[in-house]
């Protein structure tokens, strides 16, 4: 899926807000912005500018990174693109 986001959103760049590293749990608060110029998710290119924000925390073990869950400004990030109408 990551890498039809890719494709489907040009220009894609990531940012690094914020990186906690708090023992064996990591911590990280990203932006993510791009144009949608390719289909993502059955929903045809807008042509808009996106910005989607997440926080992911990493659970590490033996040096590894062996959980992880995030979470995604996703609703926001469905208006910009058309596929949800905006709230009012």
Do not use: K
Request: aromatic share 12%.
């Amino acid at each position: 899926m990551f890498a039809d986001f890719i494709g489907a959103f040009e220009g894609f760049r990531a940012e690094v807000n914020d990186i906690i590293d708090a023992g064996d749990t990591l911590v990280g608060r990203y932006t993510y912005r791009g144009r949608h110029t390719g289909t993502f998710l059955g929903v045809p290119p807008s042509g808009a500018e996106i910005e989607l924000h997440s926080i992911d925390i990493w659970r590490v073990r033996d040096g590894r990174l062996h959980e992880h869950w995030d979470e995604l400004n996703t609703l926001e990030f469905f208006q910009q693109i058309g596929a949800v109408p905006a709230l009012n």
